[in-house]
């Protein structure tokens, strides 16, 4: 529930983004008609729009599975549209001549000259909106965390929230475009189709058609978005990080208690293979023992840091009648590939049972969103406590104490999550959630082919950029050529790279600033990283959190997938 609240809030709060704002003249021109009956334009724009998010959102998820449609197709798409109404705005009698050329029937040239009590009027209010649909698309975290980890796991819900969140842009732009007419309306010079500020505004539309195919507007906004005086994107992010604590922080059952959620009949196990250290387990089957239920993937920086609590409560309490069901639920394709996680589970000493989790048959079942993510089940088969992410461990083992009915020590040391709000977030590099990336030509341009890429030579903080040839997807980005670099201006203390070799292993070099000269991680000693696994490596170990560029050399066949980083 309190997500569809955020994504109706971060709805609200998209018109404030830099992707957002040069557009909104757009979205107030539009509006504007010199005929009192067309009063529902600002209507039909938001209606539109939504339907074009709506839409364009379904095609991108289709698209990457299904039929290989380069999302650059819809930029073109959407660019075309709004250089056509820029045209026609600017040029208006060329669409008069076309009409007379074609000899369209009378009704179609009445149209042309008494437009404004047609029913046809609100063709170019329905065009603008569905033009401008993609641009706003990408504008907001709240919408990637649905595109990115809703939709392809739970269609209906994913669908539920992405209206909410396109309910509220709507609203929002509807009262921008109604108090943007309200003080135009009053210029008759501003609903004079032929008037100098409609060939203006028809102008607008044309370069800003021209930015969303070129990929320029992704270069505009990063520019206005590090010169904004606020970040509407920080509040959204603050608002999902309360989303997903919220579960965790609910009131305790009783003043001694420190479960936190309502006792909750627990969701029997579903579609689960290939199962690890353990023969197919079922909650039914362990009804009387305290179970808990741990979602992790083994690529996952955060998951691989909790593993050593979670095997030690194992270790500590599997006598006293508490089992772990590690839940491998897969990010990435490589995830999927059950001799991967047997590695996996090998090298990171697990000793409880695991299974592959590839349909998200548990992860849907549990309505979970999260990596790590503890579940913990009392002896009736009821949800007594969960914990989102790291983080909190003390309480965890608490709680698994209180529902085993001991109380003894703590096994858990203390421990302070290596992640701070002023850090570079995980960053991903394929088109379905990519972001911050800078350079040409537009990374967006290039899903599935091979391109040649010419790097940004300024980086803001959290940028990115490529030269040299790469294949792109939607989930990773592969080198291509032994000259290939990526180089990532960051704000962290460890940096951490997902990546996996397509064919023979082969070796990243990770190169630092002067400065920052040494600051190898475990897997890259003297600068050099060997990939011969799918899996997550520690390139780069700082003395402190601060801001630094790191350039990788990826010689040919290399895949990397995201960065993820700690303080």
């Given at each position: 529930?309190?997500?569809?609240?955020?994504?109706?809030?971060?709805?609200?709060?998209?018109?404030?983004?830099?992707?957002?704002?040069?557009?909104?003249?757009?979205?107030?021109?539009?509006?504007?008609?010199?005929?009192?009956?067309?009063?529902?334009?600002?209507?039909?724009?938001?209606?539109?729009?939504?339907?074009?998010?709506?839409?364009?959102?379904?095609?991108?998820?289709?698209?990457?599975?299904?039929?290989?449609?380069?999302?650059?197709?819809?930029?073109?798409?959407?660019?075309?549209?709004?250089?056509?109404?820029?045209?026609?705005?600017?040029?208006?009698?060329?669409?008069?001549?076309?009409?007379?050329?074609?000899?369209?029937?009378?009704?179609?040239?009445?149209?042309l000259s008494e437009s404004q009590h047609h029913k046809g009027i609100y063709t170019g209010a329905i065009l603008i909106g569905i033009a401008l649909g993609p641009v706003f698309a990408s504008c907001s975290p709240t919408y990637a965390f649905i595109l990115a980890s809703i939709l392809p796991k739970s269609f209906l819900a994913g669908f539920i929230y992405l209206v909410v969140y396109t309910l509220g842009l709507a609203l929002a732009l509807l009262v921008v475009s109604l108090a943007g007419r309200k003080v135009i309306r009053r210029y008759s010079w501003a609903i004079d189709t032929h008037s100098a500020f409609r060939r203006i505004l028809g102008g607008l539309?044309?370069?800003?058609?021209?930015?969303?195919?070129?990929?320029?507007?992704?270069?505009?906004?990063?520019?206005?978005?590090?010169?904004?005086?606020?970040?509407?994107?920080?509040?959204?992010?603050?608002?999902?990080?309360?989303?997903?604590?919220?579960?965790?922080?609910?009131?305790?059952?009783?003043?001694?208690?420190?479960?936190?959620?309502?006792?909750?009949?627990?969701?029997?196990?579903?579609?689960?293979?290939?199962?690890?250290?353990?023969?197919?387990?079922?909650?039914?089957?362990?009804?009387?023992?305290?179970?808990?239920?741990?979602?992790?993937?083994?690529?996952?920086?955060?998951?691989?840091?909790?593993?050593?609590?979670?095997?030690?409560?194992?270790?500590?309490?599997?006598?006293?009648?508490?089992?772990?069901?590690?839940?491998?639920?897969?990010?990435?394709a490589f995830e999927h590939n059950p001799d991967n996680v047997a590695a996996a589970v090998k090298n990171d000493g697990i000793t409880y049972p695991v299974a592959l989790d590839n349909n998200y048959g548990t992860w849907n079942a549990f309505q979970n969103d999260s990596w790590p993510a503890d579940y913990l089940i009392d002896k009736q088969g009821n949800i007594r406590y969960v914990a989102l992410g790291e983080g909190d461990y003390d309480t965890t083992e608490k709680a698994i104490q209180e529902l085993l009915g001991i109380k003894q020590p703590l096994a858990t040391k203390a421990f302070t999550v290596p992640i701070t709000n002023s850090q570079t977030p995980e960053t991903y590099f394929g088109t379905n959630r990519e972001v911050n990336f800078s350079g040409m030509p537009n990374i967006a341009d290039a899903t599935d082919s091979i391109a040649t890429f010419t790097p940004d030579k300024q980086l803001s903080q959290g940028q990115w950029t490529l030269s040299?040839?790469?294949?792109?997807?939607?989930?990773?980005?592969?080198?291509?050529?032994?000259?290939?670099?990526?180089?990532?201006?960051?704000?962290?203390?460890?940096?951490?790279?997902?990546?996996?070799?397509?064919?023979?292993?082969?070796?990243?070099?990770?190169?630092?600033?002067?400065?920052?000269?040494?600051?190898?991680?475990?897997?890259?000693?003297?600068?050099?990283?060997?990939?011969?696994?799918?899996?997550?490596?520690?390139?780069?170990?700082?003395?402190?959190?601060?801001?630094?560029?790191v350039t990788l050399k990826v010689p040919s066949g290399i895949t990397l997938y995201t960065f993820t980083f700690g303080s």
């Open positions: 529930m309190l997500l569809l609240l955020i994504s109706f809030i971060a709805g609200i709060l998209t018109i404030l983004a830099p992707c957002v704002l040069p557009v909104l003249p757009i979205v107030i021109g539009g509006s504007i008609s010199g005929d009192a009956k067309q009063k529902l334009r600002p209507y039909i724009i938001g209606l539109s729009l939504m339907a074009s998010i709506i839409v364009f959102t379904l095609l991108l998820k289709v698209s990457t599975v299904l039929i290989n449609l380069p999302p650059s197709a819809l930029n073109w798409l959407s660019g075309l549209l709004l250089i056509g109404l820029g045209i026609v705005a600017v040029w208006p009698q060329l669409w008069e001549r076309l009409m007379i050329r074609l000899n369209w029937e009378a009704a179609s040239q009445r149209f539309f044309i370069v800003i058609g021209i930015a969303v195919i070129s990929g320029f507007e992704i270069t505009a906004e990063t520019w206005l978005a590090n010169r904004l005086p606020f970040d509407e994107t920080k509040i959204e992010q603050v608002l999902l990080a309360t989303q997903h604590q919220g579960i965790a922080q609910s009131q305790s059952a009783s003043a001694n208690s420190v479960l936190n959620v309502r006792s909750t009949p627990a969701p029997e196990l579903a579609g689960l293979t290939n199962w690890i250290n353990s023969s197919p387990q079922t909650l039914a089957g362990l009804k009387g023992k305290v179970v808990l239920v741990d979602f992790w993937t083994y690529s996952c920086i955060n998951c691989i840091r909790s593993i050593p609590y979670v095997e030690n409560w194992y270790q500590t309490y599997e006598k006293d009648g508490f089992v772990v069901l590690g839940i491998n639920t897969p990010e990435f040299g040839d790469w294949q792109i997807d939607g989930e990773s980005i592969t080198s291509k050529g032994n000259g290939a670099t990526l180089t990532f201006a960051t704000y962290a203390k460890d940096i951490y790279m997902v990546a996996a070799p397509t064919g023979a292993p082969g070796t990243v070099s990770v190169g630092l600033p002067t400065a920052d000269a040494g600051g190898f991680g475990a897997d890259a000693p003297n600068g050099s990283v060997t990939v011969d696994q799918s899996k997550l490596y520690h390139i780069v170990a700082l003395p402190s959190l601060k801001g630094s560029v």
